[in-house]
């Protein structure tokens, strides 16, 4: 599978960058992926590929736990969905859904750290394997 993360921010605090690389390198071993911090919205419909599943991450909707992201991520693999782009701070291109992490407003760098985190957990979560070690 080849996720591929999308943030429209201005700037993303170096520690936020960090804790994303440190799950990039874990999440290396389930699938391949990339993260591409955006200024603008604008930029995005050059990046996306018209291929790729399209979740939109936004603060709207109801919050699920991780065990409802892990079954999601294996449904649309085993159903031949093999590309996801996860869109943080923009809502004007098309998305296939839309997830929640919180109701709760955040800095752009906190959400995504925490998607990756919970993408690393869903992963491991469909492989059996303990989260914490």
Do not use: W
Not at 30 to 41: D, E, G, M
């Amino acid at each position: 599978m080849r996720i591929t993360i999308y943030t429209i921010s201005e700037r993303i605090e170096t520690f936020y960058i960090e804790a994303i690389k440190e799950y990039q390198k874990r999440l290396g071993r389930y699938c391949t992926i990339n993260f591409f911090p955006l200024k603008r919205a604008n930029m995005l419909e050059n990046k996306i590929k018209n291929n790729s599943y399209k979740i939109l991450i936004n603060n709207t909707g109801k919050t699920s736990p991780s065990e409802k992201l892990a079954l999601k991520l294996n449904q649309l693999g085993v159903t031949g969905t093999s590309d996801l782009s996860f869109i943080i701070g923009s809502d004007s291109t098309i998305y296939d859904e839309t997830i929640t992490l919180s109701q709760m407003e955040m800095d752009i760098g906190l959400k995504t750290t925490i998607l990756i985190e919970q993408l690393y957990r869903a992963f491991r979560i469909i492989h059996n394997h303990p989260y914490h070690k």
